[in-house]
C-alpha cells in the first residue's frame, strides 16, 4: 500500500482544515488506518485510528471533540477533520496502514505502510 498525504497549509487559531490520504492499492479496505503528527522538537505522536469499516474511531486526548476521522473505501481514502485549531496543532501529519483490526493498536510501530506527511501550521 502506498500512501499520500495532503491537505496541509497554513491556518489561523480556531480555524478548520481536512486531511486527506489517498492509497494505492485494491486492498486499502482491510487496512485500519491511523492519523499521527510531529512537532518540531518533539517525537511523533497517535492523533486518531479508523476501523477498516469507519464504523470505530479512536483519538488522543488533546485532539477529542475537535478532530474526526472518516474514510471513503470507494475512494481509497482516509480524512481527518481538524477543527478548533490551536498553535499546538501545528505539524506534520503523517497517516498509516496497520493491517492488523485492533482499536488499541495506537503505537507507531504498529503501522506497515506510512505516507510522506503534510505540514499543517496554526498561527496564533
Known amino acids: 500500500v502506498q500512501l499520500q498525504a495532503s491537505g496541509g497549509g497554513l491556518v489561523q487559531a480556531g480555524g478548520s482544515l481536512r486531511l486527506s490520504c489517498a492509497a494505492s492499492?485494491?486492498?486499502?479496505?482491510?487496512?485500519?488506518m491511523g492519523w499521527f503528527r510531529q512537532a518540531p522538537g518533539k517525537e511523533r505522536e497517535f492523533v486518531g485510528r479508523?476501523?477498516?469499516?469507519?464504523?470505530?474511531?479512536k483519538y488522543a486526548d488533546g485532539v477529542k471533540g475537535r478532530f474526526t476521522m472518516s474514510r471513503d473505501n470507494a475512494k481509497n481514502t482516509v480524512y481527518l477533520q481538524m477543527n478548533s485549531l490551536k498553535p499546538e496543532d501545528t505539524a506534520v501529519y503523517y497517516c498509516?496502514?496497520?493491517?492488523?483490526?485492533?482499536?488499541?493498536?495506537?503505537?507507531?510501530?504498529?503501522?506497515?505502510?506510512w505516507g510522506q506527511g503534510t505540514l499543517v501550521t496554526v498561527s496564533s
Open positions: 498509516a496502514a496497520d493491517r492488523v483490526p485492533s482499536y488499541f493498536r495506537v503505537s507507531e510501530r504498529n503501522y506497515d505502510y
Open positions: 479508523i476501523s477498516s469499516s469507519g464504523g470505530l474511531t
Open positions: 492499492g485494491r486492498t486499502f479496505s482491510s487496512y485500519d
